[in-house]
């Protein structure tokens, strides 16, 4: 039943895929016409526009992918579901996550001149590997999470991004309400640099994987048109998880956004 959830998701984002628009032209850079919903793991204030929907892939270690379906429901709410596996790519059986995840965001402040935008929402979807004795992601899900934005106008575009969340991931002894912050630098009109610390303060305690260190990563987005978002990023750069890569876990995002309308 979990490979036939993957294989479903996988069918709807390859069907809506072909579809173009000049209305959506990516979220990375200074002429960006769309929001970015996520730094690298951590999530922003940013919404989808009401009447649009997106479709988010994320490649990572072990052959894995983990695909998001969203959809802007109203101007201040999205709803969404995902799901991931690992050793879709390779020779090996593939392995599915147990449960798909569900993402509902509400955006109850509105940014201005002076004030940041505020978004309140859930997410059940964890990135990279599930790892089921432990019964938690590798990075755990936001859970219930409420996150400020504010952008300006600093040779481009500058966004700073700071939260609170509380993941349902607590099997492993760490229950703490976690902090999180970062920032997204435009370099040009196509291209965003992204740099983001989470405090990793729920993932330090008893059978935990961190060490206290928390989680210091960072990306670049570049903006290809018509929707298409592409991404590369090193994650875990302080090595706060045992047995990391020397120069850090590298994963691939690809993002398209388009309209029903």
């Given at each position: ?155 481009g575009n500058l966004s700073v991004h700071g939260g609170l969340n509380y993941s349902l991931e607590r099997k492993d002894g760490s229950n703490a309400v976690n902090m999180y912050t970062g920032l997204e630098k435009s370099l040009g009109t196509n291209i965003s640099f992204l740099l983001e610390y989470n405090l990793g303060l729920n993932d330090a305690r008893a059978d935990a994987m961190g060490r206290g260190r928390g989680y210091l990563n960072t990306g670049m987005r570049w903006s290809v048109g018509k929707g ?34």
């Amino acid at each position: 039943m979990r490979l036939q959830i993957f294989l479903l998701l996988l069918v709807i984002s390859i069907l809506c895929i072909p579809q173009s628009t000049s209305r959506a032209q990516g979220s990375a850079g200074s002429a960006a016409t769309l929001e970015p919903r996520y730094l690298v793991d951590i999530p922003t204030a940013g919404l989808l526009p009401r009447g649009s929907f997106s479709v988010d892939m994320d490649f990572f270690q072990y052959g894995g992918v983990m695909m998001r379906i969203n959809a802007g429901i109203a101007h201040m709410l999205s709803f969404g579901i995902s799901y991931g596996a690992n050793q879709v790519v390779g020779a090996d059986k593939i392995d599915p996550n147990p449960y798909p995840g569900i993402n509902i965001r509400v955006r109850i402040v509105d940014e201005t001149t002076i004030a940041p935008a505020v978004l309140v929402g859930f997410d059940s979807q964890g990135k990279e590997p599930y790892i089921d004795e432990l019964d938690r992601y590798t990075i755990k899900s936001p859970g219930f999470f409420v996150v400020i934005s504010k952008n300006y106008n600093m040779l481009g575009n500058l966004s700073v991004h700071g939260g609170l969340n509380y993941s349902l991931e607590r099997k492993d002894g760490s229950n703490a309400v976690n902090m999180y912050t970062g920032l997204e630098k435009s370099l040009g009109t196509n291209i965003s640099f992204l740099l983001e610390y989470n405090l990793g303060l729920n993932d330090a305690r008893a059978d935990a994987m961190g060490r206290g260190r928390g989680y210091l990563n960072t990306g670049m987005r570049w903006s290809v048109g018509k929707g298409f978002t592409l991404g590369f990023d090193l994650k875990d750069l302080v090595k706060n998880q045992r047995d990391r890569a020397s120069i850090g876990n590298r994963t691939v995002y690809i993002e398209y956004v388009n309209f029903f309308l």
